[in-house]
């Protein structure tokens, strides 16, 4: 299976010439799975609910569902991609996985980072798997990297291949998501944007260095922090079925979830 993601300089409030230009970057490349960034066609640094609402789109009706999906019929890529997503009476930000089957899985980011908690609702959708060609993904969105649970529920679910579509503006997913990969025994990718945004007052600069992670933790693709990219990388992600370490070294097995009720607690 050929997996990868893109990463670019989305145009704060430029939907169509974002997605043209993500569509463009795709059809340069044959893969079975691409990644793109969070919130990949609107920006990210929304001044208020207001201008967020005006660029959200419910799902699957929205133009940008609709125009991704007939990349992925065309194609037979599977997308996973990031954007607001309006329902009644508030918005999600939600990665959205289209499969050239037709099917589509919606994941509502859990932990919502910084100035997000005003602006967005938190995901209700919790963690869960789906299928593409008979390998097992599951999905978390940018901050949702800090909480290892997000993707140790995922991978217990039988996750093969974790997509990570982010917004990053810290230094340290790609680290953690090396180690994520090898304490799970999965593959992950991790599709950040690139460039600077300065609205509502503030200015951020977002750190790229998107890249897929083994299950031994070997990064098997890496972009830079400040250019656009598209890689993929032929992987087995039966790799991923084996828990294994050594022959009486299970990852999953060897858990010991009596001692960890604490992690399940609200403090
Ligand atoms: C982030 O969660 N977009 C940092």
Known sequence: MKIGFVQFDPQFGDVEGNIQKAVRLMESVDADLLVLPELAFT????EDRTELEALAEPIPKGRTFREIRKFVMDTGTAVIYGAPEEVKGGV????VAVLPDGGFFIYRKSHLFDREKLLFRPGDTGFFVFEFRGVKLGMIVCYDWVFPEAIRSIALM????????ANLVLPYAQRAMVVRSIENHIFTITANRIGVEHRAGLQLRFTGKSQVTAPNGDVL???FDDAEAVMTVEINPDEALDKKFTELTDIFEDRRPELYQIIVRKP
Request: proline share 5%.
């Open 158 to 165: 039988g996750a093969q291949i974790v997509a990570h579509p």
């Open 92 to 95: 999600y930000n939600s990665a």
């Open 221 to 223: 693709v890496s972009a």
């Open 43 to 46: 920006g990210y640094l929304f």
